[in-house]
């Protein structure tokens, strides 16, 4: 009985192979193996065509039930070529081992159609979409999308190395590395809210009006004796640079079905407003002479076009090289593949959330630009806060709908003009308070607050770190090419380079934790364990020899009080580790040192209430992938840290812990539906020996900052009743973290 067998070919490719190299073909899975060669019916020299056979076999079969019986087959070719030479010969038994690991053909292709656009190769002009009895589609052979375009050509993996080599020589000519950029809350912070064009529109006019002003001759003495009318908005200043956009209804898709008053963004197109981060111009100019930048951004096409066209009119920084999420294949993740699918050893990414990339070692994490208070990342209704596996992934529309309808909040709820209010209203309040009741009252001039403000160095620290990524990236290359050390080669890779910058933060550092992780749960398993080390420190679950820092959430634990007495020991918050972390520098313990005398009550309340009594004890090394860290896990174990009883601290019950619940994962510090006014003033009643309250006493922080429970209760008033309970959302820590990494 004869069986015609066909099935794909199989190729492989180094990277030094050229267009011309040979293809080596292998036998197919399918095959009924052992298989003896019968006859090999293409001899080498000869040229065959697609469907041509190749050689006969035979092979053993036995029915069910039945006697076993020899069977025969066949094997055609699935491309066109000169046979080159066979590694197989009439007689010869090869098993299923075999086949896999050799080839058994070799054959030379006139094209490989390495490059295809539109279903045609580029390099032949063959149809590639013609489909036959063989079943191998020619344009499996390209399948590698590498241009910033959703329409751009396919190539091969043969093609992708060829090309990825020769970029990677002339970026080394050059002495250049490639940078990934995200734009929203790394470069810019963008928001759809109304408010902010209005508050433009009275800035503008406020300055038009005070030049016409001092073009009349008047002197500002005179214009003291105006009414507060005349005051120009106290949000302009910090709102000069903004650029601002329309896109139309055709950049976000088809219309959902619109519930309330009024017409959907769909349907009328959307005013955006970009605020450049400060020091944009300087960062990317001196990023430019030392990488080949790439945008990459989960906006839409027509979004980050307008967005590069404000911060690179010309054109000279990204050239083009732009990546949004109608090309990227995805709206969630975000993958270094998809521009280097073959070598990422050049490659260097900064953006404010490392979820996305999956902790990639070529990763440089920024920390969230939150320009427009509240807003958090304009693109983030895609981005997942925490993954889920036992849900079903949204469709497309689905996604791109709840993102509509988030910028449609925005337009809407006007959240800016509403924080604005309340600042004022508590800025008024506090006003009142401090006239006393026999003062004279004399009318004092009294200038609003402004709700924003441009306050940020955060690209200063990054152009540091990309300085030295690129300075030791092509010290080891001059070092590899003049031969003066062999490790030279090894160290020519990014993804080695910026973890070991990152390992080298806490190094030297031995922590042992304070009431962070459930009485139920290993020390070692957690998630702040893990980034510790990640970052260079050595970690204990008890006081041992050689600890150099506490790191608690609470004061009066047995480890706080023990470490206090201990010379050279450091009692510090887990603030202090959170900080170290998301600015990749070890910090001055200073302003986070834990006063072991410090009333419970004057602590500023954001840690975790869990027994400290941990019998474990473990030391770790530094070696870790940040990769291997799991932010669901953190979630589990403040859970479980939640549901644990606490005999020791019955007697507090009544004490009452605050816990900020962000609303936006890529904007730590932004509370949910709380003002925002207290959340950026704390209550000077605050104990001065708190961290926290020492913090932004720190020139240029970039960090947020927390909420106290006195401050709670004074802005609160009104929902004391509710209070009244235990409120705790979460570790605090494991918060942080989560939060400042995305």
């Not at 390992?503 to 139920?520: A, E, N, W, Y």
Request: net charge negative.
């Amino acid at each position: 009985m004869m069986i015609r067998h066909s099935g794909p070919l199989h190729s492989e490719s180094a990277t030094t192979m050229t267009e011309e190299t040979p293809t080596e073909i292998f036998l197919p899975p399918s095959f009924p193996y052992p298989i003896k060669i019968s006859s090999i019916d293409a001899p080498s020299s000869s040229t065959v065509q697609r469907g041509a056979r190749l050689l006969s076999y035979s092979f053993q079969s036995t029915p069910q039930g039945g006697r076993p019986e020899t069977r025969f087959g066949t094997w055609d070719s699935a491309i066109d070529g000169d046979i080159q030479s066979w590694n197989a010969k009439a007689g010869d038994v090869i098993t299923a081992a075999e086949a896999r690991d050799e080839p058994v053909v070799v054959i030379q292709e006139p094209c490989k159609h390495g490059m295809q656009l539109g279903g045609l190769c580029v390099l032949c002009g063959k149809d590639m979409t013609n489909s036959d009895y063989i079943g191998f589609s020619d344009t499996s052979r390209a399948s590698i999308q590498m241009t910033h375009s959703a329409n751009g050509p396919t190539v091969s993996l043969e093609e992708a190395q060829r090309i990825e080599r020769e970029t990677a020589e002339r970026l080394v000519k050059a002495r250049k590395l490639s940078l990934i950029v995200d734009l929203d809350q790394t470069i810019v912070h963008a928001t759809v809210d109304p408010t902010v064009g209005e508050w433009i529109a009275e800035g503008e006019a406020w300055e038009e009006k005070h030049q016409q002003r001092n073009g009349n001759g008047v002197q500002p003495d005179d214009e003291s004796s105006e009414s507060d009318d005349e005051e120009c908005n106290p949000n302009w200043e910090a709102l000069r640079d903004v650029k601002k956009f329309r896109l139309g209804p055709e950049s976000f898709g088809a219309p959902y079905e619109v519930k309330g008053k009024g017409k959907s963004i769909e349907q009328d197109g959307c005013m955006y407003y970009i605020k450049p981060r400060p020091g944009w111009e300087t960062f990317l100019q001196g990023v430019a002479a030392k990488y080949e930048m790439h945008v990459y951004t989960m906006g839409t096409r027509a979004y980050a076009e307008q967005v590069c066209a404000a911060i690179d009119p010309d054109g000279k920084l990204f050239g083009g090289r732009l990546l949004s999420r109608d090309e990227s294949g995805s709206l969630t993740q975000k993958s270094l593949q998809r521009l280097f699918p073959c070598d990422t050893s050049m490659v260097v990414i900064i953006d404010d959330r490392g979820d996305v990339w999956e902790w990639s070692p070529n990763l440089i994490k920024v920390v969230p630009y939150d320009f427009f208070v509240g807003i958090g990342d304009i693109n983030s209704a895609f981005i997942p806060k925490a993954p889920t596996s036992n849900l079903p992934p949204s469709s497309t529309q689905a996604l791109i709908t709840q993102n509509s309808i988030a910028l449609e909040a925005q337009v809407e709820g006007r959240p800016l003009a509403k924080m604005q209010e309340q600042l004022a209203d508590s800025d008024d309040t506090a006003k009142e308070k401090e006239v006393s009741p026999t003062h004279d009252h004399k009318q004092t001039s009294h200038h609003k607050k402004a709700l924003l403000k441009s306050q940020d160095n955060e690209l200063e620290r990054v152009a540091k770190l990309l300085d030295e990524v690129h300075q030791r990236f092509f010290d080891a290359h001059d070092a590899s090419s003049s031969n003066k050390r062999k490790r030279g080669e090894d160290e020519r890779d990014v993804t080695k380079i910026i973890p070991s910058i990152r390992c080298k933060v806490l190094q030297g550092v031995h922590i042992v934790f304070s009431s962070l992780f459930p009485m139920d749960t290993k020390p070692e398993s957690s998630e702040v364990w893990k980034m510790a080390r990640t970052f260079g420190a050595k970690c204990s679950a008890e006081l041992v020899e050689g600890i150099t820092h506490v790191v608690a959430a609470k004061p009066g634990t047995d480890k706080v009080n023990h470490g206090s007495k201990r010379p050279g020991v450091k009692v510090v918050w887990a603030q202090w580790l959170t900080d170290c972390i998301t600015l990749w520098r070890r910090l001055d313990e200073s302003p986070y040192l834990m006063d072991p005398g410090v009333d419970r009550e004057s602590v500023l309340t954001h840690g975790v209430v869990v027994r400290d009594k941990d019998k474990h004890h473990h030391e770790a090394g530094n070696e870790l992938e940040i990769g291997e860290i799991d932010w669901n896990d953190i979630n589990d174990e403040v859970d479980a840290a939640m549901n644990e009883s606490d005999d020791d601290e019955e007697e507090d019950a009544g004490y009452r812990y605050r816990v900020w619940d962000p609303d936006d994962e890529s904007a730590p510090g932004t509370p949910r539906k709380r003002t925002r006014s207290r959340s950026v003033t704390p209550s000077k009643s605050v104990d001065g020996g708190s961290p926290e309250l020492k913090k932004r006493k720190l020139e240029g922080s970039t960090l947020k900052e927390t909420v106290s429970a006195m401050d709670a209760e004074e802005e609160d008033d009104e929902e004391e009743e509710e209070e009244d309970e235990v409120e705790v959302d979460d570790d605090f820590l494991a918060k942080e973290l989560e939060e400042d990494w995305g």
